[in-house]
């Protein structure tokens, strides 16, 4: 495993009212949220970034405001209808 280290501001650890290892916690968790939403990582691999299973992963997609599925109106037309 790769270790990344940088420099966190002491108003940013005071702001959010946290200590060092949740914050790196939630940084980690934030990121692996919008790499996801981005589509650069599958939810698998967002959830091993983010140090948790998959399923607690996609249950805080709505935490943070992330879609868990990813549709266009034309996509979602296309869709055979379920009745």
Do not use: H
């Amino acid at each position: 495993m790769n270790r990344i280290a940088f420099e966190v501001p002491e108003e940013s650890l005071l702001a959010l009212n946290l200590p060092p290892e949740a914050l790196a916690a939630e940084l980690r968790m934030a990121a692996a949220m919008k790499l996801f939403e981005l589509g650069r990582m599958s939810s698998g691999a967002a959830a091993r970034l983010a140090g948790v299973p998959r399923v607690v992963f996609l249950s805080r997609l709505a935490d943070y405001g992330v879609d868990t599925f990813k549709m266009t109106e034309e996509e979602l037309l296309r869709e055979t209808p379920l009745a």
